[in-house]
């Protein structure tokens, strides 16, 4: 089965419903567009085992974006038994437009028409045996945040994929539409059968002049002018002009039908609560500044109240009963001084460093998955476009950048839905500013050490340098390489949901066992080099002193470019050094390098102030960190998605430049002051 429909649809939440944990997530071939697969659960009640391959959502199946190039030809190529398109009941028009096309491609499709329970509070009613009746589709009321009526779904697919495709209605276009098409097919359908494609489907793609399906079909040219001869004579029929316009048209007239005949709308002139909270939170005075507010006590709640004091707890665990425990537990069994050391200081010390962080991480997430699932990032990204065109730039670039503050890589990866090279490439240049969830060790390390009353407040401006670095650099740059008018800009705002229970802590368990998978890994591995490299010298003799170690000699020569900042120790450079694999392994270096927990506290300032000095070398530190190179994984689908060395290496360099100046700036000016 495979599962289709527009993004804010619902499609994740029913996906996760139906299959659970039983998920597989991987890319789709030759392409870097998430591909999610599971198992549904219960399978043996509908008879046979179900796989449900969950699509990217999509408006459309014109091959306008890789989503939608990816979701068609799944559904042409791989012919799944039937095809579940869920339909968001409050956008009941836009979201059908997507159902008549999937009706097109000749495959079984049964509608999942979500959110019942929002229509029924507006107090609308659709009447879904008329919907199902004008569509000639199977169509089931669902409700997938409580998974009502997801049984149904699936046992009305099995039976629907028995059944096979069901011709579509008689009057989906005008009647001249028709006509034109099935002259059309008279032509294309040998080729669309070589190709193994829905004639149907083929011929109307066609007759919008779709450029992925002509390359496909590889059609002489006679029978090509034959069809363009076809298609002129179908556009010059219209004032519309344009022939993919005059399809469009001729299917939104039937939905238009379709809707009159099973949807009766409530009485108009009654605000929704989405129009009340949208009159505030998207307002031109105060909607920026809610915004950050509501970011201050994001931060604070994760850095300065709840996330410390569990971060504290596990501290504890690490630092005062398990390290000592295994130390005792070495010395008992005559373990030699370095495998002690290797266990102790160096996985126990490195890895356990990290860990300490998880509680902050799963908070975080929590709340901006809240945000998220409730709508309201969407209107940020809405404010954020309204900022940024009086710079010249687009709110288009600001999604990908919104998605950095998770992680680079798939924010990198985002841009490629830009249309405009130009805007693709500084879009991806811009999203390093934004500060990813690696990077919360490392604040919340170095705050809670020297800035231990203002964490949250700490935490929040490194956030706010990066969006502002990024939104300069943005301006830079379209106005030197990037010049050019910017796209537009179409954003869909959704109602505001309560968020569902289920979807928040799947999210969260999503970004906690990813955090768990790479301290286990690659934190693990960085540790045990850092460690063999901090305790032997060049000629591989075991040593107590660091600064003969051979990390120690590397670090003494790149410590001096970092004096103008604050802190020209080699254990400062080398962490820095080492974030470059993994931005989380500064934290776990300065923990092996000093031996130090990672909430150590009042122990660990003393012990840090021979780096850092004062607490404005440690804030140009954090800044420095916030704005250099992202780890080698985001660097490489960097340089995959901008398109060579050249770009990458240069959107590195200039990283680099701008953290230094940034830091330096910061030393300097903090230091006059203070």
């Known amino acids: 089965m495979a599962l289709v429909g527009n993004p804010n649809s619902g499609k994740t939440t029913l996906f996760n419903h139906m299959t659970g944990s039983n998920q597989y997530v991987g890319n789709w071939p030759g392409v ?43 559904v042409t190529k791989e012919k799944p038994d039937v095809v579940i398109n869920i339909v968001d009941a409050t956008n009941i028009e836009r979201n059908l437009y997507l159902s008549i096309q999937l009706i097109e491609m000749e495959r079984p499709v049964v509608i999942a028409l979500n959110m019942m329970d929002e229509v029924y509070a507006k107090g609308d009613t659709i009447h879904v045996a008329e919907l199902s009746k004008y569509l000639n589709i199977p169509v089931v009321p ?16 099995v039976r629907q994929s028995e059944r096979g495709f069901v011709i579509e209605p008689d009057d989906l276009y005008d009647d001249y539409t028709h006509q034109i098409h099935h002259r059309i097919d008279n032509i294309i359908y040998p080729y669309a059968r070589r190709e193994d494609l829905p004639v149907h489907w083929t011929s109307i793609k066609m007759l919008e002049g779709d450029e992925l399906l002509k390359k496909t079909l590889n059609i002489p040219q006679e029978q090509f002018e034959q069809i363009e001869k076809i298609a002129h004579e179908y556009e010059t029929s219209s004032k519309l002009g344009d022939r993919e316009t005059m399809v469009a048209d001729s299917r939104y007239k039937y939905i238009e039908k379709v809707v009159a005949n099973s949807v009766v709308k409530s009485s108009l002139g009654k605000k929704t609560i989405t129009e009340k909270i949208d009159a505030v939170v998207t307002h031109k005075i105060f909607a920026i500044p809610i915004f950050l507010i509501i970011m ?81 990032m969407s209107r940020i990204a809405f404010i ?20 950095g503050f998770g992680c680079s890589v798939p924010a990198v990866m985002a841009a490629r839905t830009m249309e405009n090279m130009k805007d ?3 879009t991806i240049m811009l999203v390093p500013f934004m500060s990813c969830s690696a990077k919360l060790p490392i604040y919340g390390f170095i705050a809670q050490i020297f800035f231990v009353k203002y964490r949250g407040l700490v935490v929040f401006s490194l956030y706010l340098i990066g969006i502002i670095c990024g939104i300069l650099s943005g301006i830079l740059f379209k106005r030197t390489l990037f010049k050019g008018e ?8 959704p109602p505001y949901r309560m968020p569902g229970l289920r979807s928040t802590l799947l999210h969260v368990w999503d970004k906690i066992e990813h955090f768990i998978k790479k301290a286990a890994t690659l934190i693990f591995g960085m540790s045990v080099l850092l460690w063999f490299l901090q305790s032997f010298d060049f000629t591989m003799h075991f040593t107590e002193n660091s600064e003969n170690s051979m990390l120690g000699i590397i670090g003494g020569f790149i410590a001096p470019v970092f004096k103008p900042m604050g802190f020209a120790t080699w254990q400062a450079a080398v962490s820095l050094l080492t974030g470059f694999v993994a931005k989380e392994a500064v934290v776990s270096s300065l923990c092996l390098f000093y031996g130090i927990s990672s909430t150590a506290g009042a122990e660990a300032a003393g012990i840090l102030s021979g780096t850092f000095g004062t607490p404005v070398a440690a804030y140009a530190f954090l800044v420095f960190t916030l704005l250099y190179v992202p780890c080698v994984a985001a660097f490489a689908t960097m340089k995959r998605e901008l398109g060579g060395w050249k770009w990458a290496l240069g959107s590195a360099a200039y990283q680099i430049a701008i953290a230094y100046i940034m830091s330096v700036l910061v030393y300097t000016v903090g230091m006059m002051i203070l």
Do not use: H
Request: glycine residues 10%.
């Open 32 to 74: 870097t567009v998430e591909k999610k697969e599971g198992r549904v659960k219960q399978a043996e009640e509908y008879g046979c085992n179900v796989t449900l391959v969950d699509l990217p959502g999509i408006y459309s199946l014109s091959p306008y974006s890789m989503e939608e190039i990816v979701a068609r030809d799944y």
């Open 142 to 157: 669902i409700t997938a945040k409580t998974g009502e009526g997801t049984k149904e779904l699936i046992q009305e697919a």
């Open 296 to 376: 201050f006590l994001i931060f604070t709640l994760t850095f300065s109240t709840l996330g410390a004091l569990l971060q504290n707890g596990i501290s504890k665990f690490i630092g005062d009963i398990l390290s000592p425990f295994i130390s005792e537990l070495l010395t008992s069994l005559s373990s030699p001084l370095w495998i002690k050391s290797l266990v102790v200081d160096g996985v126990i010390g490195g890895v356990g460093g990290v860990l300490t962080f998880l509680p902050q991480i799963a908070i975080l997430f929590c709340l901006l998955s809240i945000l998220e699932d409730s709508g309201y």
């Open 384 to 403: 954020m476009d309204r900022l940024l065109r009086k710079f010249g730039l687009s709110g288009k670039a600001f999604i990908p950048m919104l998605m």
């Open 424 to 426: 693709r490439r500084m």
């Open 486 to 493: 910017e796209a537009p800009f179409v954003l869909e705002l």
